[in-house]
């Protein structure tokens, strides 16, 4: 009796992990906040490499990310990321995430920017950690006015097991320009799990991102649940590498001048 009272214990914590660290595609700065997406995409042969944890209490859990993106065109962008997570009752590799974006409409005077998103979760994690695979789609605006940027956000994901249910994911957010070199970010998230038919997470987050360099880009914040108190708050930090061409051609230009 002891032994089954132990095992639903751990199973209950290994699911309570499990769905609050669902793995999706996630954005870099400076095209996203924390997990809203920019419309906007890197441009041809600009490159992205990002290192991100994230700290959650109540379930209790680290959560580490390297993510790599690459501009195919202006306007197509693909992305790779490979997450680990390190909890009490598990640990390992969770779902790679594997997405491919497409800004089909640029902002204009009135208008917003749109981007759509195709993703893929291949089962490729931990067999306590995995979701059997799942693919989505979803579209991203953006909207700039003066100093304040802001973005909302729809990804509808289906697994690939017929025994979770879609899952849709809402949210919105905003970075406000405070400076040349450090922008407030702020954002709501609010997701339908695939294990019910409510949106169980609402969490608000918000934090700061710095540029440490005209390429290096660090982003730190914390969040907190206003539903189910699931968890009680996170604490995220990120730093995302942006190199290619434009980088390059600035530094001729700048060679140049020197030698003028």
Known sequence: MRKTIYFLLILLMVT??????DSMPEPFAP????????????????????LKMERSIEPDYYRFIVQYALGITDKIEFSILFPYVISDPVDGI??????????FLNEGRHGPSVTSIFYITPPSGKESLTSEG???????????????????????TKPSTARLKDEIVLSGGFDFRASHAFDIIGEIYSRKPYTG??????????????????SIYTT???G???????PEYRIFFAVTFISGR???????????????
């Open 197 to 214: 038919d409510s949106f169980d997470l609402i969490e608000g987050r918000f934090g700061y991102r710095l540029r440490t360099t005209e």
């Open 31 to 50: 095209y996203g906040l924390f997990d809203v997406f920019s419309a906007e995409t890197l441009s041809e042969r600009e490159s992205a490499h990002s």
């Open 16 to 21: 309570k992990v499990t769905e609050a660290i």
């Open 134 to 156: 799942k693919f989505g789609t979803g579209v991203f605006i953006t909207k700039k006015v003066g100093p304040v940027t802001g973005h909302l956000n729809v990804i509808y």
């Open 224 to 230: 907190t649940d206003f539903k189910m108190r699931t």
């Open 246 to 260: 434009k980088e390059l051609e600035e530094g001729f230009i700048d060679i140049i001048k020197e030698a003028e």
């Open 220 to 222: 730190v914040g914390i």
């Open 94 to 103: 969770d779902d790679i995430s594997i997405d491919l974006k497409y800004r």
